[in-house]
């Protein structure tokens, strides 16, 4: 079998220099009726290389690649160009097959990539440091609010209702356990995020702020505003950006007053793939680093003097501090957090800027055209590159209509408020720079189909 | 004439120009350094083609809209190439040798997983796309899913943890809501001193108070201890079977009926799972709950430290509280995905969502096309060509390093050692450094806790004999000179990127991000 390199030869003299007759000697511990006589039955046996390949693509050919269609899905999960020396370089074996840099005099390819991808996501969300990745943006978004309440030993978080519901929903399962009480109310179909709401929630137990910038519906909150009634109570603002490219248009999070900025990196570098895996980003200010929670890499000396890498304040960590750690988190999203920082050289500041008003030029291209469709609004004032219209129909309904006719045409909100009906109407609507004028006219005319 | 120079006297000629180990770049042949990113590209650069619109974005941004463009640099396309290639010469990995690293399997990772995971139809869909327009992603979902009980002999599986520890968390999630709809608080969780860091993390994090399962002479789980502790305080105990001493518990099944009798769960760490996949069912030994490391038995590749994927296995008492979303196939053939608007009618005791979307999808494309390739005899040699090369280590270097188990039996996928004999002052840490001269990674080093200066040495089964025997030579080199005390080996490594770098100046005073440009 091809990833077997031990011949039966082998096996026979190794077995000899242990002194075991059989291989099964070796599994003598095992209670004879849990051991398998067997390969367990009714499953497959091994396949070649093409066959397997072969199973595979005709799952994949079922699919509607975003690529071979109009497509305009956001909602927490973005759609860029990845420049092709990205893919190349994530898979180079010695990126790709490496392990957890925990032996640093072999790893500074990764440490030091670690390092600058912890100095890029800093500077983007305009945070004094940030480690070098958790999960997903959801995930870091949970650890944030822990992270809050062990800065300021409160128990309370406010949750702005433009966070993404599925963040909203893995932050509540987790504070069942924890005790944690967390306030939270469901969007409204309103042009501007409910700034007001969120400070007038904020009292004197709250540990943090959450807010999603842009939100859910691609509202653009404001966040000087949320942070100065936040630090008046005692309490923290965690920002959450769930599209990074954004930044490249509106100010970075950390400049108006986030304490916290977490956010999801999926949009560069690392592209779709169906939910996962993605990569988490964490950001936070210099005085609160002994409270982070994940990975972090800090630079140093060697025992030559020269400059290196290595993973640090480890004792934060579950593998040192065991039940008294910051988290019980052990991987990073390392391949993903290697992909994103790539991307990110490749593209600099002026890059991203230029990419986020492409993006966001789609977006007016877009919002204009759909303005003219019969019984249909825009919602937002203002927003980067996504933005939620108003149908006259069940929008739900609607996103499986312009499916059937090969248009993937956005998100609904009944998807993601199934038991919101008034919301129902709602659909959230993403360009970037993949975006062209036939998508955007394949999508208007497909929706007065619908519509029609 | 002979005229022997006791006085050791030598000629003076003069200082040279360089001696002739120095060059003027810093870099010898292949080793080469490397700046970092800042040091390299000027604010205004850039290596992508994006021609910005004329189009004003005041009027939908307004006051939001940024000042300054992020001080970030960006590279032309050759100098990024160059920069990650340079940085990626300075890693070991698997492709390169052996990485014996005990726990963590770091098994070759097949690039037909790599190839597939990169098809369109799966790379390029979105997880909200409706599901009319991606059945093959939610087939793969559920195929996976399939093997995986099939593989363990349980009942349910939840696939949407995003890691080992993150399914460490599910497990014991579902624990506490099936003890919740019991109406039940128990506050203890049993965790044995060997256990993995996670372990104990987790069960903290859920609101448990740990306590310690001490092991026997043997180095396994204490059963009679073990039962003498069990109350109606215990919510369960956290097994790693085989253990982190690479020993399977021989009692396991005993343990799960005497912690289920007392009304305790069974949470099983999977991380060993590579010792005997396709050979045990964990399920036929009693388990109530076992996280799978994708990145570990099934192959995928581990990326400098991730993403990982930890689905869940789940006994029939408690896959009703697992979380959302799941997979289900319909009667024909079809898969849906269950979500929050179905948990009220079709799965009401769930514990709730771990994590947005559905999990880490490409690590389940590169995980089945492994299974697929393997098949049920494959995965079973898989775990017989892995113990098979731990013993085959274990026993080569008797008499040469303490093995504390080694003379009652043989391992499983993995052998255990301690620093017992090393020279005054020589410790694991020495031995380790010193493989990294000989062109190998080290093994596990000090855990598990329980044995001192532990050196956990796991093979894998995609090890050939002759790598074996490489690996056996340099590490018997190594005890020999830790027990006579090379001075030399105090100093190692001498011939990698870096010499033993200085943690405690890291920790002490933490430079986590470049600030040149800041006038620091």
Request: aromatic share 8%; charged share 20%.
């Given at each position: 079998m091809r990833y077997l390199p031990l011949t039966s030869a082998d096996r026979a003299e190794m077995l000899g220099v242990i002194g075991a007759a059989t291989v099964d000697d070796l599994f003598a511990d095992v209670p004879a009726e849990a051991r398998l006589t067997g390969p367990i039955a009714g499953l497959p046996n091994h396949a070649s290389e093409m066959a397997v390949e072969r199973h595979m693509a005709a799952l994949a050919g079922k699919n509607v690649s975003a690529g071979s269609v109009p497509f305009f899905l956001g909602a927490g999960a973005y759609r860029h160009h990845v420049p092709a020396s990205v893919d190349h370089l994530i898979q180079?074996?010695?990126?790709?097959?490496?392990?957890?840099?925990?032996?640093?005099?072999?790893?500074?390819?990764?440490?030091?990539?670690?390092?600058?991808?912890?100095?890029?996501?800093?500077?983007?969300?305009?945070?004094?440091?940030?480690?070098a990745s958790m999960y997903d943006g959801s995930t870091a978004c949970w650890e944030a609010v822990a992270m809050a309440g062990r800065v300021t030993k409160r128990s309370k978080a406010v949750l702005c209702s433009g966070l993404h519901p599925h963040y909203v929903s893995t932050i509540r399962t987790m504070a069942k356990f924890t005790g944690d009480r967390i306030e939270f109310a469901a969007p409204r179909l309103e042009a501007e995020a409910d700034t007001a709401g969120v400070i007038a929630a904020i009292d004197g137990e709250t540990a943090c702020v959450v807010v999603q910038y842009p939100d859910i519906l691609g509202r653009i909150p404001d966040l000087a505003a949320i942070a100065e009634a936040a630090h008046a109570a005692g309490a923290l603002l965690v920002a959450v950006v769930t599209e990074p490219v954004a930044l490249g248009l509106i100010e970075a999070p950390g400049h108006l007053g986030a304490d916290i900025v977490v956010g999801e990196g999926q949009s560069l570098g690392v592209g779709l793939q169906f939910g996962g895996p993605y990569l988490g980003l964490f950001g936070c200010r210099e005085k609160f680093v002994r409270q982070m929670p994940g990975r972090l890499c800090g630079e140093t000396v060697d025992a030559e003097g020269k400059r290196g890498y290595v993973l640090t304040l480890s004792t934060r960590e579950q593998h040192i501090r065991r039940e008294k750690a910051t988290s019980n988190i052990c991987t990073n999203a390392g391949l993903c957090a290697l992909a994103f920082s790539i991307h990110m050289t490749l593209l600099g500041g002026e890059g991203l800027s230029r990419l986020a008003r492409v993006s966001h030029a789609r977006a007016q291209q877009a919002a204009a055209r759909l303005a003219k469709v019969p019984g249909v609004r825009v919602l937002n004032t203002a927003y980067v590159n996504e933005f939620t219209v108003v149908l006259p129909t069940d929008a739900r309904e609607a996103v499986r209509a312009l499916a059937d006719r090969r248009v993937l045409g956005g998100v609904s909100l009944g998807r993601l408020y199934p038991d919101a009906p008034d919301l129902a109407c709602g659909l959230l609507v993403c360009t970037s720079e993949l975006t062209t004028d036939a998508d955007i006219e394949a999508l208007g005319a497909a929706l007065e189909g619908v519509l029609a | 004439m002979n005229a022997?120079?006791?006085?050791?006297?030598?000629?003076?000629?003069?200082?040279?120009?360089?001696?002739?180990?120095?060059?003027?770049?810093?870099?010898?042949?292949?080793?080469?350094?490397?700046?970092?990113?800042?040091?390299?590209?000027?604010?205004?650069?850039?290596?992508?083609?994006?021609?910005?619109?004329?189009?004003?974005?005041?009027?939908?941004?307004?006051?939001?809209?940024?000042?300054?463009?992020?001080?970030?640099?960006?590279?032309?396309?050759?100098?990024?190439?160059?920069?990650?290639?340079?940085?990626?010469?300075?890693?070991?990995a698997i492709d390169l040798g052996p990485f014996p690293l005990g726990s963590c399997t770091m098994k070759h990772n097949p690039r037909l997983n790599e190839k597939v995971a990169r098809l369109p139809g799966f790379a390029d869909v979105h997880p909200l796309a409706p599901q009319q327009a991606v059945p093959g992603a939610l087939e793969v979902i559920n195929e996976l899913a399939f093997w995986l009980i099939e593989l363990t002999g349980m009942h349910g599986v939840a696939m949407s943890p995003k890691a080992g520890a993150h399914g460490e968390l599910c497990g014991v999630l579902c624990i506490k809501a099936a003890l919740q709809a019991r109406g039940e608080d128990r506050k203890v969780m049993l965790v044995p001193e060997s256990a993995h860091g996670t372990n104990p993390a987790t069960a903290a994090f859920a609101g448990f108070e740990i306590e310690n399962i001490p092991a026997g002479a043997d180095g396994r789980v204490d059963l009679a201890a073990l039962e003498a502790r069990l109350g109606p305080d215990v919510a369960g105990v956290m097994i790693t079977n085989p253990n982190t001493c690479g020993l399977f518990e021989r009692d396991m099944k005993r343990i799960g009926d005497a912690v289920h009798a007392a009304g305790g769960y069974v949470y099983c760490d999977g991380a060993n799972f590579n010792a005997i996949v396709g050979k045990v069912r964990p399920g036929d030994l009693g388990i109530d709950a076992m996280h799978i490391n994708l990145h570990k038995t099934f192959s995928t590749p581990h990326g400098g430290g991730g993403p990982g994927s930890g689905p869940v296995v789940l006994s029939k008492a408690l896959s009703p509280?697992?979380?959302?979303?799941?997979?289900?196939?319909?009667?024909?053939?079809?898969?849906?995905?269950?979500?929050?608007?179905?948990?009220?009618?079709?799965?009401?005791?769930?514990?709730?969502?771990?994590?947005?979307?559905?999990?880490?999808?490409?690590?389940?494309?590169?995980?089945?096309?492994?299974?697929?390739?393997?098949?049920?005899?494959?995965?079973?040699?898989?775990?017989?060509?892995?113990?098979?090369n731990a013993n085959y280590v274990l026993r080569s270097l008797d008499g040469e390093l303490d093995a504390p188990f080694g003379q009652a039996g043989p391992c499983m996928h993995e052998a255990l050692f301690s620093d017992a004999g090393l020279a005054e002052g020589f410790t694991t840490l020495d031995i380790a450094k010193g493989l990294i001269d000989e062109g190998f990674h080290p093994m596990t080093v000090y855990f598990p806790l329980v044995v001192h200066g532990a050196m956990l040495v796991e093979p894998t089964e995609t090890e050939s004999k002759a790598g074996l025997d490489r690996f056996i030579g340099s590490l018997r080199s190594l005890a020999r000179r830790a027990k006579q005390g090379d001075p030399a080996l105090k100093s190692a490594p001498h011939f990698a990127p870096r010499r033993r770098l200085d943690e405690t100046q890291a920790a002490r005073k933490p430079v986590l991000a470049w600030k040149g440009d800041q006038g620091e």
């Open positions: 180079r074996g010695e990126f790709l097959t490496a392990y957890t840099p925990y032996q640093p005099e072999i790893a500074q390819g990764t440490l030091q990539v670690l390092f600058e991808f912890q100095t890029q996501v800093a500077r983007l969300f305009g945070t004094d440091v940030a480690n | 022997p120079n006791a006085s050791g006297w030598r000629p003076e000629m003069g200082s040279a120009e360089a001696a002739p180990n120095q060059t003027a770049s810093g870099d010898r042949a292949l080793m080469l350094e490397e700046p970092l990113i800042f040091e390299l590209g000027v604010p205004g650069g850039t290596g992508v083609d994006i021609d910005a619109p004329s189009a004003d974005p005041l009027p939908a941004l307004g006051k939001h809209l940024r000042q300054a463009i992020p001080p970030l640099p960006g590279l032309s396309e050759p100098e990024t190439v160059r920069h990650y290639t340079r940085l990626s010469r300075q890693n070991y509280f697992g979380p959302l979303p799941y997979t289900v196939r319909e009667a024909d053939g079809s898969v849906r995905l269950v979500e929050e608007e179905d948990a009220a009618s079709e799965h009401p005791q769930g514990f709730g969502r771990m994590a947005a979307f559905h999990g880490q999808m490409g690590m389940f494309t590169r995980a089945l096309a492994y299974i697929l390739s393997h098949g049920a005899d494959g995965l079973k040699q898989v775990a017989e060509d892995a113990v098979l």
